[in-house]
């Protein structure tokens, strides 16, 4: 069984800083993509950043340049940095994994319970 435990979330004025982190354990052989998405109230969840194993990341366009998604495979966790938040970026904020696992032998895609993230104007 595998587990996604995000951390960071909170209340940040617009224009503020917020690091989010997703730690994967569990029966683990490798994690290959990693990615955050996002799901505002009454909207359809979002890809926000997408990190592969080799750390080549791919950006929303409306996250480009403020915020920075990174990666330590030692520590099977993804981080968000988001820099200069608007409060259009508030939502729930949710981590997912692509996932090799041992016991059962599977490669399976893995989901966080979601870290809220507001933004107040």
């Known amino acids: 069984q595998v587990q996604l435990v995000e951390s960071g979330g909170g209340l940040v004025q617009a224009g503020g800083s917020l690091r989010l982190s997703c730690a994967a354990s569990?029966?683990?052989?490798?994690?290959?993509?990693m990615g955050w998405y996002r799901q505002a109230p009454g909207n359809q969840r979002e890809l926000v950043a997408s990190?592969?194993?080799?750390?080549?990341?791919d950006y929303a366009d409306s996250v480009k340049g403020r915020f920075t998604i990174s990666r330590d495979n030692a520590k099977n966790t993804v981080y968000l940095q988001m820099n200069s938040l608007k409060p259009e970026d508030t939502a729930v904020y949710y981590c997912s994994a692509r996932i090799q696992t041992r016991i059962p032998p599977s490669i399976d895609n893995y989901w966080g319970q979601g870290t809220q993230v507001t933004v107040s104007s």
């Open positions: 990190i592969t194993r080799g750390s080549s990341t």
């Open positions: 569990g029966s683990i052989v490798v994690i290959y993509d």
